[in-house]
């Protein structure tokens, strides 16, 4: 089992960046066999998929949505996940969780993910 506590939320201005963490409370090697990604929710909307990384961080998937602005990373030895957010729009704001999956490969739907964070919120101001 992994709890997850995501940070690195904030107030950005357009163009800006913001790098989100999601710590997990298991060790790297537990830690390591969990495919993980990034989900996003604004007001009023669905849950929708942002990025994903697979169990040993060799291959990652993002929604064109974000292709090309961010980038997703594990670091398995300190039980951490990062998403680096570059130009920043006033449409990525949202709250962003963080989700680990007993899958091993990229996946992309909610239901593939059993372990979710709190969320943290980014805003991106025009």
């Known amino acids: 089992q992994v709890q997850l506590v995501e940070s690195g939320g904030g107030l950005v201005q357009a163009g800006g960046s913001l790098r989100l963490s999601c710590a997990a409370s298991a060790s790297g090697r537990t830690f390591s066999t969990y495919a993980m990604g990034w989900f996003r929710q604004a007001p009023g909307k669905e849950r929708e998929f942002v990025a994903a990384i697979d169990w040993g961080g060799s291959n990652t998937y993002y929604a064109d949505s974000v292709k090309g602005r961010f980038t997703i990373s594990r670091d398995n030895p300190k039980n951490t996940m990062y998403l680096q957010m570059n130009s920043l729009k006033p449409e990525d704001t949202a709250l962003y969780y963080c989700?680990?999956?007993?899958?091993?490969?990229?996946?992309?739907?909610?239901?593939?993910?059993?372990?979710w964070g709190q969320g943290t919120q980014v805003t991106v101001s025009s």
């Open positions: 989700a680990a999956s007993r899958h091993v490969t990229t996946q992309t739907t909610m239901r593939a993910y059993g372990y």
